[in-house]
């Protein structure tokens, strides 16, 4: 009787088996080879590129070339990129007006100009919001993001001394300046309800109602202690664009 003859397949099913694994440890193997190749660069990007640089450079839009060296990387550096611009355009439209409101050199400068006081203690406020909204929508991308421990650490150093540093410096700084800005207001509005009853010469205010006295100085000493807070607010957003 005719028996089938099994002993190739019996020989050979060990063997595929043991060529299909080799393949396939070799293609995991070049695919893991990939991958730290692309952390390395990334890495090596990320200290000559952008953590050397004082983060008031802007960050450059990748090259074609630098795209295809950092392969999947591309994306993070793009997403960090991104927030600084969003973060930067927030800024560039209103900061230099509100610091032009802030420098009026003296009390009666400022109270002369109420109006704009009035409104830079508005749009200070508002930005102050808008920046911490937009600083949130980063770090929300940031916590979203997968990366390797290799990458992970290089990666938050540079997204915070680009992105979170500047912006929660800024968001101090625009604090200090509706803070300064409303007590300003505050004691344009004591002045208005004594009437006549003071003299104002630069930043000396005297007042010839006895009632408002006390009130009027210590509007002025908040004042006075604002305007410290501002002045150490905005030295800390010149480092915190310095990168110190």
Do not use: W
């Amino acid at each position: 009787m005719f028996q089938p003859h099994v002993f190739p397949c019996a020989f050979f099913r060990p063997a595929v088996r043991l060529l299909l694994l080799t393949a396939l440890v070799l293609l995991l193997g070049a695919c893991g080879d990939k991958a730290i190749k692309e952390d390395y660069a990334f890495i090596t990007f990320l200290e000559k590129q952008v953590l050397s640089a004082a983060p008031s450079a802007p960050l450059a839009e990748l090259t074609g070339a630098e795209r295809e060296m950092l392969g999947a990387h591309a994306g993070l550096y793009d997403t960090m990129r991104s927030s600084r611009l969003a973060l930067d355009a927030l800024l560039a439209k209103d900061l230099p007006r509100l610091r032009d409101a802030a420098a009026l050199e003296t009390l009666a400068d400022a109270l002369q100009q109420k109006g704009i006081v009035a409104e830079a203690a508005r749009s200070a406020g508002e930005l102050k919001t808008a920046l911490a909204d937009e600083l949130g929508r980063a770090l929300g991308k940031r916590r979203m993001m997968r990366v390797s421990d290799r990458v992970g650490a290089v990666y938050d150093e540079a997204f915070e001394k680009n992105v979170a540093a500047p912006a929660r410096a800024a968001g101090t700084m625009l604090g200090a300046l509706e803070g300064y800005f409303t007590s300003l207001l505050d004691l344009a509005e004591l002045l208005a309800r004594s009437g006549d009853g003071y003299i104002l010469d630069g930043d000396r205010v005297h007042v010839t109602l006895a009632d408002l006295e006390p009130a009027v100085d210590g509007v002025l000493k908040d004042i006075m202690t604002r305007r410290a807070h501002l002045s150490a607010a905005s030295i800390a957003y010149a480092e915190a664009l310095l990168g110190r």
